[in-house]
């Protein structure tokens, strides 16, 4: 794979993902402008979803002057299912609905986005469609305009959602972004955490796929490419924005969309769900950070020593669950949501995983995250 290091040079670069996805992809150099303008060829009515915290970007104001858009606080939590019923309702009771609905702004604004594009044409609330394989209607057109790099979710039939019950995603077809529109540019007015700790998931997802017994070749083949444009951001000082590292960083994050379909993450993120549950203001990133600092036997080739690396060229300390509210009174509740996460736990060590992994296995890991 040949390396693009300039936005000239990202924008005439071939398909760099093996894995089949259901989003056409627009690499742009000027992500506002080219959004608007391939609305305007395509479709007639967009519905803007815009993170509030893009505000002061000058570049996003053709967008926050929009009629027909919501302004959304991603920095709370993850969207909620009432979040998604109460967009679906204002939207419905419009005189003119819209055919297509954008989001833009990093993974929360692009879940939204995606969530209410289908809900729209389906009867339920959005927490009763949390889960997979659900019968459901394709929605309105799914636009996406990423301003942070390493979710994936511009290009995953996943959206997801904090529900009354569970943090679990709308998993569908009809979920995945039809367009996204992606510039490296749009991540330099984000905060260096966020563009840290953004791309260590991204880095946890490729490496995991790529620890995977259960993955498909596709997926283990783009999770390598993506492990090592993660690794080489990283590996580096993000204090200043640079171009060259935005670059790596969005095609590390496709990559960490279509390594998905077909791929399987494993340890820290089964860990990471049980600390989320019982923490609604621990974001994801961080959760899968903590989980992973635990898991020094587990990840001994490699993840547990890099994440450590990572964090110290960047000058983060390591996470601390106790900093978010999280000690040994949560520990049998986290034990019990990680260990329903059955599909990661085959997904690392294999069909006879629950041989090794029970709840004082679990318990363990737990311990030593409150201790940390
Ligand atoms: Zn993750």
Known sequence: ???????????????????????????????????????????????????????????????????????????????????????VALIKAKDTLPDAIVGVGGGSSMDLAKSVGICLANPKTAAEYQGYGLDMKRGLDIWVLPTLSGTGAEVTPIAVLRGPEKKLGINNNFTAPTVAVIDPGLSSGARKFNRFFTMMDCFFHHYEITRSKTSEESALLDARDGLDLAKEVLSGD?????????????????????????????????????????????????????????????????GWEDTVRFLEINGFPRPRARDYGIDDSHIERMTTTALGMEKLWHSHFGPDWNSRVDRAFVADIYKRIVEA
């Not at 104001?61 to 967009?87: H, Q, W």
């Open 238 to 302: 993000l204090s200043e924005f640079s171009v060259e590292s935005a670059v790596k960083s969005v095609m590390a994050s496709v990559l960490g969309g279509s390594s998905t379909i077909g791929g399987r993450v494993g340890v820290s993120h089964a860990i990471s769900y049980g600390l989320s549950n019982s923490s609604p203001h621990l974001p994801h990133s961080v959760a899968v950070t903590i989980s992973m600092l635990a898991c020094r036997d587990i990840y001994a080739d490699g």
């Open 1 to 87: 794979m040949g390396k693009p290091r300039t936005i000239d040079e990202f924008k005439s670069a071939n398909a760099w993902w093996r894995t089949k996805i259901l989003t056409e992809i627009i690499q742009s150099g000027d992500g506002v402008t080219d959004l608007l303008r391939a609305l305007r060829d395509r479709a007639a009515r967009p519905f803007f979803i815009i993170d509030e915290i893009l505000k002061p970007q000058e570049r996003f104001l053709p967008i926050f002057e929009m009629e027909e858009k919501f302004i959304f606080d991603a920095s709370r939590s993850e969207p909620r299912t009432g979040d998604v019923d109460g967009l």
